[in-house]
């Protein structure tokens, strides 16, 4: 089986433009994060999907930050309203609710640049 | 709310050398412990982890942590590195009694080992 994957690699926006990213979780991970590394720093949360529904969404930082997993599967983190302190890494991670419930795995996330 | 401290952010080291690298968190309440890696334009990837039992973990590739409850810290050792450890290192902290599963992160550690 693929690893998690993430697209795009890399997404260059204008400042007030929406964007989307894709996350793509193993297969038959129920659970799925999404975090935020800006430049030098740790991973910070935003929001955990159990199934379909967010779970925990309490590191979005703010109502321009939006998660939508609609079949459980893949997710779609929506940024509205781009602003340049929004460029960082955007991490997806998955994982199951077998014996190994605790590891979460990571994908290489998508780069975004906003100008 | 937790946090996670990481002392050094960056650690040059000798190869064969041996090499730690600290980890303090804040927390009051069990926790489990995580310490993931990051090669140069890979993903996160999970290098060991303390959730119970035996308070040394051991990864396959030689680095062990121990987890010290009364000082709140996880710290991360090798006894000799190699050129191929020169990655960034990330410690991580989860409250298993809290709703979902979100990591906390410290803001890693850059080791870079020269030959």
């Known amino acids: 089986g693929a690893g998690v994957s993430q697209t795009p690699s890399n997404k260059v926006t204008e400042k007030g433009k929406y964007v989307e990213l894709r996350c793509d979780p193993i297969?038959?991970?129920?659970?799925l994060y999404w975090y935020r590394q800006s430049l030098g720093q740790g991973p910070e949360f935003l929001i955990y999907f159990q199934g379909t529904g967010a779970a925990d969404d309490s590191g979005l930082p703010n109502d321009r930050f939006f998660a939508v997993r609609p079949e459980g599967s893949v997710s779609t983190l929506k940024i509205q309203r781009t602003e340049r302190g929004d460029s960082a890494v955007y991490l997806c991670a998955s994982s199951s609710t077998g014996a190994n419930v605790e590891t979460q795995y990571f994908g290489p996330g998508t780069r975004l640049l906003v100008l | 709310a937790q946090s996670v401290t990481q002392l050094d952010s960056q650690v040059p080291v000798f190869e064969e050398a041996p090499v730690e690298l600290r980890c303090n968190y804040s927390?009051?309440?069990?926790?489990?412990l995580f310490w993931y890696v990051q090669y140069p334009n890979q993903g996160l990837q999970l290098l060991l982890k303390?959730?119970?039992?035996?308070?040394l973990v051991e990864s396959i590739n030689g680095f062990e942590a121990e987890f010290n409850k009364s000082q709140t810290s996880f710290h991360l050792r090798k006894p000799s590195v190699h050129i191929s450890d020169t990655a960034e290192y990330f410690c991580?902290?989860?409250?298993?009694?809290?709703?979902?599963?979100?990591?906390?992160f410290g803001g890693g550690t850059r080791v870079l080992v020269k030959p």
């Open positions: 303390y959730l119970s039992g035996s308070t």
């Open positions: 297969s038959g991970h129920t659970a």
């Open positions: 991580a902290v989860r409250d298993p009694s809290a709703a979902g599963n979100k990591l906390t």
């Open positions: 927390s009051s309440v069990s926790v489990y």
